[in-house]
């Protein structure tokens, strides 16, 4: 079974700093999907953003972007110009392109905003 | 608007009683999913399902069950056998073929108490 580490517990940043969330992956499969969720204190899972391994360009959505290097199996997660609402725990995932049939999940990182 | 539905959010069981969790979606997604979330240990796997009667053991299925006589429903039973019910149950499901959406979507979770 593939396995998820996220190294960080806990982190914290000011408001409107930049912080960035680790995640390496172990796989031995050349073609995968990579995900960070976010759960909010309401405990709702929400798809932050997904990188798919066969491009090279790393995926952005607004706020979000990841640094993936696919060598070094790793998965890291950017927050610019953090806001307050995006206190909560962040989960890494990994699921394979051919076995469709599981998610892997990190153990999560307790993003604290201060203001 | 499709979802995923979890029913009840806060469910209450006594010592040696069988407790049913609910999920539907309505997102006709093939796979479904059942994780068990503690403080501290991520998300881990209970059951998963492919295909409509058939399902398959994950990390910590002892103790558990569940059936899938329909597509858009996976329901879990939390067994007297299971020694420490008492946690986050999160419900997910998602797309198992095909180019596209990749991303498991989550049900809002129910919450077990062992009273």
């Known amino acids: 079974a593939q396995t998820v580490t996220q190294s960080q517990p806990e982190m914290s940043v000011q408001e409107a700093e930049t912080v960035t969330l680790s995640c390496t992956y172990d796989t031995s499969e050349s073609d995968y999907y990579l995900f960070w969720y976010k759960q909010p204190p309401s405990r709702q899972m929400i798809l932050v953003i997904r990188q798919e391994a066969y491009k090279q360009q790393n995926a952005t959505e607004n706020r979000f972007s990841v640094n993936f290097q696919k060598a070094a199996k790793s998965f890291s997660l950017k927050i610019s110009d953090s806001q307050l609402g995006d206190a909560a725990m962040y989960f890494c995932?990994?699921?394979?392109?051919?076995?469709?049939?599981?998610?892997?999940f990190g153990t999560g990182t307790s993003l604290t905003v201060i203001p | 608007d499709g979802g995923i539905t979890q029913s009840p959010k806060y469910l209450f069981r006594k010592e040696g009683q069988n407790v049913t969790l609910s999920c539907e979606q309505n997102?006709?997604?093939?796979?479904m999913y059942w994780y068990r979330q503690d403080p501290g240990q991520g998300l881990r796997l209970i059951y998963y399902s492919q295909i409509v009667n058939d399902f398959q053991k994950g990390d910590i299925a002892e103790g558990y069950s569940v059936s899938r006589e329909k597509k858009e429903s996976f329901p879990l039973t939390v067994t007297s056998a299971q020694k420490n019910p008492t946690a986050f149950y999160l419900c997910?499901?998602?797309?198992?073929?095909?180019?596209?959406?990749?991303?498991?979507?989550f049900g809002q979770g129910t919450r077990l108490t062992v009273v």
């Open positions: 995932a990994y699921r394979s392109a051919f076995y469709r049939n599981q998610f892997y």
């Open positions: 997910a499901s998602s797309f198992t073929g095909g180019a596209g959406r990749t991303e498991a979507f």
């Open positions: 997102l006709n997604h093939d796979a």
